[in-house]
């Protein structure tokens, strides 16, 4: 019991706390199954290094800010038969990240632009890289402040320094020329080195009344389209649908619901 007292506190003081934890127990299944001192030693760092993988990926989760947790298996396709499997289930290798590309996600509000982007960043939380999650709207209030306090350099840097930057719901609420001028900022900064998964409900044509400017609005989309994948959503509300099913929407309120909130640009 000494020993194993002993090698206990050797594995806790080189920080293998999870190791240390199950030794005991791991060293009785060991004798059980008579394995070799090179298999126990393999057993004893691989409960570590998944520890160690899952503490990981919970902070790497946390700083994303997502705002849920749905992954690209959830994703109802044939629900919606307008998206390509295929193209997404490409996406999901996450080879367009090595080419500094982008992925825009167009289509009316609760058609799963939003969840695609999720799970997107899931894939790329599980690659080890980094994330960060951000509404339009939220995102350039913000860079719009900075600007105006002279400190737009400083504030950029958060938005530059993940691999995946989601900008959601982009085009909900209109934005001044002062927006529109910081997100041309933030968007030549990634250009080529990072890449920009955004979801919006406007067409690229109407960039340039979202944005109060059509000469940054085609500067802007000129970047964002140079290395892209575009997927037009075309298809029901999931939420109505769920309404629907609920009996609480006939064919003819849903098809109101929908003009309703395509109008106010709701989710």
């Known amino acids: ?35 070799s001192y090179v298999e126990v030693l393999g057993d004893l760092l691989g409960v570590e290094a998944a520890a160690r993988r899952e503490r990981c990926l919970r ?14 298996e959830q994703f109802d396709f044939s629900f919606q038969p307008s998206i390509d499997e295929r193209v997404v289930r490409e996406l999901s290798t996450l080879t367009f990240i090595a080419d500094g590309a982008n992925v825009l996600l167009l289509g009316p509000p609760g058609v799963g632009k939003t969840h695609l982007a999720v799970g997107l960043a899931i894939k790329v939380i599980e690659r080890g890289q980094g994330v960060y999650f951000v509404r339009a709207q939220d995102l350039l209030e913000d860079l719009r402040k900075a600007q105006a306090e002279h400190r737009l350099d400083r504030r950029l ?23 529109a001028t910081a ?22 044509a109407e960039w340039g009344e979202v944005l109060g400017d059509n000469v940054i609005a085609t500067a802007i989309l000129d970047r964002l389209l140079h290395h892209s994948h575009v997927i037009n959503i075309r298809g029901e509300s999931y939420r109505l649908r769920e309404k629907r099913r609920a009996g609480l929407f006939g064919p003819a309120q849903a098809a109101m619901a929908t003009d309703a909130v395509g109008e106010t640009g709701g989710r």
Do not use: C
């Open 183 to 204: 997100l041309f900022s933030l968007v030549s900064g990634r250009y080529e080195r990072g890449s920009v998964i955004l979801t919006s409900n406007k067409g690229f």
């Open 157 to 179: 840097r958060v938005y530059l320094a993940p691999k995946v930057l989601i900008i959601d719901e982009f085009g909900v609420w209109p934005y001044d020329r002062s927006a």
């Open 1 to 35: 019991m000494i020993a194993l007292e002993q090698a206990r506190s050797y594995l806790e003081q080189l920080g293998l706390t999870e190791a240390a934890a199950v030794l005991e127990s791991r060293l009785e299944h060991a004798a059980q199954k008579q394995l």
């Open 59 to 72: 902070t790497r989760t946390r700083m994303a800010h997502l705002p849920y947790h749905r992954t690209l």
